[in-house]
């Protein structure tokens, strides 16, 4: 990136949007940075300027994009269901976004970069499909998170045809942290993890930290096209749960209907997604991502896991009587 | 009672969480536990193990009947053998069976897979599946994963197998590798192909031209 460049984040209110603020913070060669998002964000940030708008406020954030006229786009605007929306208004407000935040910045005259926040939900898992499909591997989503990313990477190919830039679209395995709110991190915190009774497969996941990286790492760069980004290795469910010493619960087919009404009454609801990495696993040839944009995740996915269940040990302090 | 001891500690680790899954889904206890199961199966010869290479991708090909369990032997004997897990192509994608394979190494028939397993130095296994109705005749050497050879310039190692369905003796028998770093465009592929036949065909005749009748 040259020296201070103007950078709109979508979706800055999210943990990755936050983290990725905090690390462009630290970057001499950001100028203005702007944020967007219907929730505030999670850090703070002390150059960012934030502007907390409704993603279905179309008029609002085109308003907002083509007063910035930015440089660089980062388009972290996607919302998981279950995660911090419910999954309707996760749909509907991933679409609005990506209309309004990328729709705009095709017609901005400054915009010299666009960098996308997708998931490997898009690959879908169909029988037969690859189990660890690289960038070339047509997506075929078979959830409606995959397919929500998939409308949404269709919205950013046409605005990438009209502005003419080159576009780096990162799928992201699933982000996982102590402090990211993830359906799968909530199921995997329940003191009893369903796990399918049939198939255990393997699953790769990112840490949050790595994931922001990533994304400040194709800011950068200006890559042009796909990028998977994962953790190496994988676990699966029953090895995620016993890492954590919760106790892996095996079930059959209708019995998932029973665990995701029980789970969703706990907190942890189910969204068709995690289901199918449950069910059909979720790996990615991630290998490409050292040379498309310099950078691969630092954890590995057991490590990723491991950091899920270890909880900060609260110490309770006693006021001192010795105190004046 | 070591057989016994890596059992417990094999268990404990599925316990404990800290068994090793790949991102195929490969598990190192249960490729123990299938090479274990395959040596009560099978009485195996194994020749030319050495010719695998003992780092970096190599593709293995091997003859094999329709329907039998060759993918299984040859990944457990030479996996056993040269020290390193044997990657076989073929698992159906259907639960419980695909899952327990995949345990075991296995990965679905698809060259993006095989490519994908090559590309993380992996070694893995396809096969030139003979016709139903003349057994002995090495079929053709599958096309697409040869050409994944080929562009990503991996070794081919033919492996012959003699093993009767219902036999318990069998005979794995690997020939030198095959260098692909020069070959280019599909001429070379398809002539690839016909050698790694040939080569097969020629030490499966050599070492008993009967043996591949059910019943021998």
Redesign the interface.
């Known amino acids: 990136m040259t020296k201070g460049k103007r950078v709109l984040i979508s979706g800055m209110g999210s943990e990755l949007g936050s983290l990725v603020a905090t690390l462009l913070e630290q970057e001499p060669a950001v100028g203005e940075m702007v944020g967007l998002d219907i929730d505030p964000p999670r850090r703070r940030l002390r150059r960012a300027h934030f502007h907390r708008v409704d993603p279905s406020d179309r008029r609002k954030i085109v308003g907002i994009v083509r007063d910035v006229d930015p440089e660089v786009v980062i388009h972290l605007g996607v919302w998981e269901p279950d995660a911090r929306a419910n999954p309707r208004d996760a749909a509907q407000w991933t679409a609005s976004a990506a209309i309004g935040v990328l729709g705009a910045a095709a017609t901005c005259p400054s915009i010299e970069h666009l960098v996308v926040r997708s998931g490997v939900s898009i690959y879908g898992r169909r029988r037969g499909s690859a189990t660890r499909p690289d960038e070339s591997v047509t997506p075929d989503p078979m959830t409606p998170f995959g397919r929500t990313l998939l409308q949404m990477e269709q919205v950013a190919e046409r605005t990438q045809r009209t502005a003419d830039v080159p576009m780096t679209v990162l799928r992201l395995a699933p982000v996982v942290g102590p402090h990211v709110p993830s359906p799968l991190g909530r199921l995997l915190r329940l003191p009893a993890v369903p796990v399918s009774a049939l198939a255990d497969p393997a699953f790769a996941l990112v840490d949050d930290q790595d994931a922001a990286a990533a994304i400040v790492a194709a800011a950068g760069r200006r890559y042009d096209g796909v990028v998977n980004v994962a953790s190496p290795g994988a676990v699966t469910a029953i090895k995620a749960a016993r890492m954590g010493g919760r106790i892996p619960v095996p079930l059959l087919g209708p019995e998932w209907a029973v665990a995701r009404f029980v789970t969703g009454v706990f907190g942890a609801p189910i969204p068709p997604h995690v289901l199918e990495l449950m069910h059909r696993g979720g790996t990615v040839d991630a290998g490409h991502a050292g040379d498309a944009i310099g950078v691969m995740p630092s954890h590995s996915t057991p490590e990723v896991v491991q950091a899920l269940y270890e909880w900060a040990t609260v110490v309770h302090l006693r006021p001192s009587e010795a105190v004046a | 009672m070591n057989r016994l001891a890596s059992a417990g500690a094999a268990l404990h680790r599925?316990?404990?969480?800290?068994?090793s899954?790949?991102?195929?889904?490969m598990d190192a206890d249960t490729v123990g536990l299938t090479r274990f199961f395959a040596s009560l199966r099978w009485h195996t010869d194994v020749v030319g193990a050495a010719h695998v290479p003992p780092r970096g991708p190599a593709l293995l090909i091997a003859n094999r009947r329709s329907f039998d369990t060759t993918p299984v032997l040859v990944a457990t004997t030479l996996g056993g053998a040269c020290g390193r897990p044997v990657r076989f192509a073929g698992v159906p994608?259907?639960?419980?069976l695909?899952?327990f394979l995949?345990r075991s190494g296995g990965?679905?028939a698809?060259p993006?897979?095989i490519a994908?397993l090559l590309?993380?130095g992996e070694v893995a296994a396809v096969w030139c599946t003979s016709p139903l109705l003349d057994p002995r005749r090495v079929g053709p050497a599958p096309l697409p994963y040869l050409e994944v050879a080929v562009e990503l310039h991996v070794p081919v190692v033919p492996v012959a197998v003699n093993a009767a369905p219902l036999g318990r003796r069998a005979r794995v028998e690997t020939a030198p590798p095959i260098d692909t770093s020069k070959a280019r465009g599909p001429l070379a592929t398809t002539e690839l192909a016909e050698l790694v036949r040939r080569t097969i065909q020629r030490l499966t005749d050599e070492v008993n031209p009967l043996a591949r009748l059910p019943f021998l």
């Open positions: 599925q316990f404990a969480g800290t068994n899954v790949d991102e195929w889904g994608d259907l639960a419980p695909g899952p995949r990965v679905i698809r993006d897979e994908g590309r993380a």
